[in-house]
């Protein structure tokens, strides 16, 4: 299956140390409700593993079937740009059931960001070019659909269940160790 | 798996129902790249549908002047109800009657099933298929292979036309 073309830099958003001997890469839509159900669990893997795992997260919004998933993306960026990508990220999926252009606005409003400085990005798409750039990343490695993972570069094929995650990360891990 | 048609053979032609009054051709796009997209069907889960996906990675087809066509073996309302509620900015053609006879053509259709493979052509500018894949049915096959295959088209004006339309990759 699919390899990650584009690697992890610096204007990615990563969670957790920088040597960690495991990467998991996300590609998800905020509108989506796999994703959604996928959040809570990442958020369990990522604790269990702590510093031996980091975690990047990278846009994938499928913008004609989920209206609202580039802005609160955008959002997210926005909120990233500010220092404060993952808390952003957090509130959405936190109340992904009422995303919406108001919710994106009280999400940074609550953040101590600039309702009005959001809005004007939003309107002139300041951060679209970074949203497809993630996008464009995802679909050259074969990203099909959302979520999807990619574990040390290989996208794993398993489900997003957290035994699933957490064994897929724990095999990767194993073969770290076994060099 | 059927055996899909390969690299180098002529594109067959036909002639499709795209909306319950409309038809449309392949030598209609004669000229351009193609990317024939054979599926199973209509209604597949928002998130990892294949239909969507392309939907969003149009404006890169574009890039290539290519035009996209999903085909199953839908009727023309089913596509018509699907494309509005997908927001679908590409045609849908129903190969429904006589059902699966372009699949045929292509080396596509599952007969066990009465539905299309998930099968991917890109077919050049003249009408020579350049590069081919067949996915297990339930795995959507996502856009990067048709990338691939469109940056590694000659551009136009590059060949003067057939005479070295043979080089293809497989």
């Not at chain 1, 002139?124 to 990619?150: C, I, Q």
């Not at chain 2, 180098?8 to 000229?31: C, E, H």
């Not at chain 2, 927001?87 to 080396?107: I, M, N, Q, R, W």
């Amino acid at each position: 299956m699919g390899t990650l073309k584009v690697p992890v830099t610096q204007h990615d958003h990563i969670k957790g140390p920088a040597d960690a001997p495991v990467t998991l890469v996300e590609y998800g839509d905020y509108e989506c409700p796999g994703c959604g159900a996928a959040y809570p669990i990442v958020n369990l893997v990522v604790e269990h593993f702590g510093r031996r795992l980091r975690f990047v997260f990278r846009n994938f919004p499928l913008t004609q079937v989920h209206p609202n998933a580039e802005p609160a993306a955008e959002s997210a960026e926005f909120a990233g740009a500010h220092g404060r990508f993952w808390e952003m990220h957090d509130g959405i999926y936190e109340n992904q059931d009422r995303l919406s252009p108001p919710l994106l606005f009280a999400l940074a409003r609550a953040l101590g960001l600039s309702e009005l400085e959001l809005r004007n990005a939003l309107a002139s798409e300041k951060y679209a070019p970074k949203v497809k750039s993630d996008f464009l990343s995802g679909v050259r490695s074969g990203v099909n659909g959302t979520p999807t993972f990619f574990i040390n570069g290989h996208q794993h094929e398993g489900s997003y269940a957290l035994e699933d995650l957490v064994l897929a990360i724990e095999l990767q891990l194993h073969a770290k160790a076994a060099l | 798996m059927s055996k899909v048609l390969a690299a180098g053979t002529v594109a067959p032609g036909f002639t499709l129902r795209v909306t319950p009054d409309q038809y449309l051709s392949l030598s209609d796009l004669a000229g351009r790249p193609v990317v024939l997209a054979f599926y199973p069907a209509d209604w597949s889960p928002v998130c990892g549908d294949q239909m969507a996906l392309y939907n969003e990675v149009l404006p890169e087809f574009h890039k290539y002047d290519a035009e996209v066509l999903g085909i199953s073996v839908d009727g023309a309302w089913c596509h018509e109800a699907f494309v509005k509620d997908r927001h679908l900015h590409f045609p849908l053609l129903a190969d429904f009657h006589p059902k699966g006879a372009v699949a045929e053509k292509y080396g596509a259709y599952r007969e066990s099933e009465g539905v299309c493979e998930r099968a991917l052509f890109v077919i050049d500018r003249h009408g020579v298929i350049f590069w081919s894949h067949c996915s297990p049915i339930a795995v959507n096959p996502g856009a990067d292979g048709i990338l691939d295959a469109l940056e590694r088209l000659p551009k136009e004006g590059a060949s003067d036309g057939h005479a070295k339309s043979s080089s293809h990759a497989a």
